[in-house]
């Protein structure tokens, strides 16, 4: 058991570890590369679109969870186009749009390698058998939870009991903390790079949004970690090594 909980650290932190790094590289780059220019014609080409903008990143969002693209890339990506509250829009239209996608091919297109692959999964079961008992909670626990990778999850689910409706709106509500704290992690590599490259507002604006990066990161931490011990009472063959 000590060994389990020491891995599920090493998972959460190996995450955040990369995700920050993709933040020093966008400022070392402000310092190496033109940024600002690319930025600011980036932006302006966005501006040009309008609505339509974060409308396509959404599109494309929804289409690269389908074909197993990162969502967590995808998300911060949102977060450095668009900032943090057009970001986190785009992202969770298109999150949420790529797993509705890939829960009805995998139910209606695949079924039958999607089923054959999932059978084959001793947590998968599990799983499965706690969707029928327990329905949409099962779907929000699991989103809550990093023991089960996003895109693998979507296309998992449609192998199982549960409804189209209720999987949408469950996965919906509960990707939203991880969401926010990806989208937010890449809009505060924008202001970093710009902050480098002289541009934007500044180290004030900067060690803001640090703070609100802080305090997405310790909810999203404690809604993991009460999704775990409720999917350890629900599941407990779904853990790791289930």
Do not use: C
């Not at 033109?34 to 990143?57: F, K, M, T």
């Not at 949420?96 to 091919?105: I, K, P, R």
């Not at 709106?169 to 704290?181: D, F």
């Not at 541009?199 to 999203?220: E, F, K, Q, S, Y």
């Amino acid at each position: 058991m000590p060994q389990t909980s020491a891995v599920k650290r090493l998972s959460v932190a190996a995450r955040v570890v990369v995700a920050l790094e993709v933040v020093v590289a966008l400022v070392l780059a402000a310092r190496l590369l033109p940024v600002e220019s690319w930025l600011h014609g980036l932006q302006g080409r966005l501006d040009a679109l309008g609505p339509l903008g974060p409308l396509i990143y959404a599109a494309v969002y929804a289409v690269g969870v389908v074909v197993f693209v990162p969502g967590s890339l995808l998300t911060m990506g949102a977060g450095l186009l668009f900032g943090t509250a057009l970001g986190f829009a785009a992202a969770s239209a298109g999150a949420v749009t790529g797993a509705s996608l890939a829960f009805l091919v995998a139910r209606y297109g695949l079924r039958p390698q999607v089923d054959a692959w999932a059978r084959r999964s001793p947590r998968f079961a599990a799983v499965d058998e706690a969707v029928g008992a327990n329905g949409w909670k099962m779907v929000a626990l699991t989103r809550l939870s990093p023991l089960f990778p996003f895109n693998a999850l979507n296309f998992a689910y449609g192998a199982t009991r549960v409804r189209f409706g209720p999987y949408v709106l469950a996965s919906w509500i509960a990707m939203m903390p991880g969401t926010l704290l990806y989208v937010w992690i890449g809009s505060l590599g924008r202001i970093g790079a710009e902050a480098v490259a002289g541009a934007g507002a500044g180290p004030l604006r900067l060690a803001l949004n640090l703070v609100g990066l802080a305090a997405t990161a310790a909810v999203t931490v404690f809604a993991t970690r009460t999704a775990r011990a409720a999917l350890a009472r629900v599941a407990p063959a779904a853990g790791p090594g289930g």
